[in-house]
T-cell receptor
Framework: EPEVTQTPSHQVTQMGQEVILRCVPI?????FYWYRQILGQKVEFLVS????????KSEIFDDQFSVERPDGSNFTLKIRSTKLEDSAMYFC?????????????FGNGTRLTVT | DQQVKQNSPSLSVQEGRISILNCDYT??????FLWYKKYPAEGPTFLIS?????DKNEDGRFTVFLNKSAKHLSLHIVPSQPGDSAVYFC????????????FGSGTQLTVLP
């Protein structure tokens, strides 16, 4: 079964550094998402992306965050200047259609640790 | 923001018995509900969903019930198996925000052999 793949599985960075989290969504999917889960807390929506632009973003997704689909297969999340509170599990997800009946397929996540 | 609530952080059930996981929501705009299962070191995996026009949806051992008037849904697993041990997340989406999901905090289900 096709999968959403995320790399790296674990990223350790120092506060203030830039990180790029990478995702390869399922190939025929058109809608892409980033979610995060801080340890012990809920899975939280960050941003959705369709047709090469952001379609929705949460209040968490401030100017320090950006997303890009640099080619036909990758979908990246960049954090420009990481803070300690950015430490979390970051999940990429994709879906084939944008309607609510089309479930999101999640990757296994990247654990980001900011020291 | 507690729009989707799972009040039981954990649940233990004997193998072969029924597991019932509960979820409450407060946002009347939600009209589509999903359950995801998550194993450690993996992402959430879609399990089953229900639209607000229905009150029940069944898929094998999994049944989701929706009570719109009470803003409550539940996931029933019958019979429970040890491989069902995982964290179960309830999620909802609404007409005003068709592209994102709002998740509950999850319930850790442990099925004892």
């Amino acid at each position: 079964e096709p999968e959403v793949t995320q790399t790296p599985s674990h990223q350790v960075t120092q506060m203030g550094q830039e990180v790029i989290l990478r995702c390869v969504p399922i190939s025929n999917h058109l809608y892409f998402y980033w979610y995060r889960q801080i340890l012990g807390q809920k899975v939280e929506f960050l941003v959705s992306f369709y047709n090469n632009e952001i379609s929705e973003k949460s209040e968490i997704f401030d100017d320090q965050f950006s997303v890009e689909r640099p080619d036909g297969s990758n979908f990246t999340l960049k954090i420009r200047s990481t803070k300690l509170e950015d430490s979390a599990m970051y999940f990429c997800a994709s879906r084939v259609q944008g309607n609510r009946g089309s479930p999101l397929h999640f990757g296994n996540g990247t654990r980001l640790t900011v020291t | 923001d507690q729009q989707v609530k799972q009040n039981s952080p954990s649940l233990s059930v004997q193998e072969g018995r029924i597991s019932i996981l509960n979820c409450d929501y407060t946002n009347s705009m939600f009209d589509y509900f999903l359950w995801y299962k998550k194993y450690p070191a993996e992402g959430p995996t879609f399990l089953i969903s229900i639209s607000s026009i229905k009150d029940k949806n069944e898929d094998g051992r999994f049944t989701v019930f929706l009570n719109k008037s009470a803003k409550h849904l539940s996931l029933h697993i019958v019979p429970s198996q040890p491989g069902d041990s995982a964290v179960y997340f309830c999620a909802a989406s609404g007409y005003g925000s068709a592209r994102q999901l709002t998740f509950g905090s999850g319930t850790q289900l442990t099925v004892l052999p």
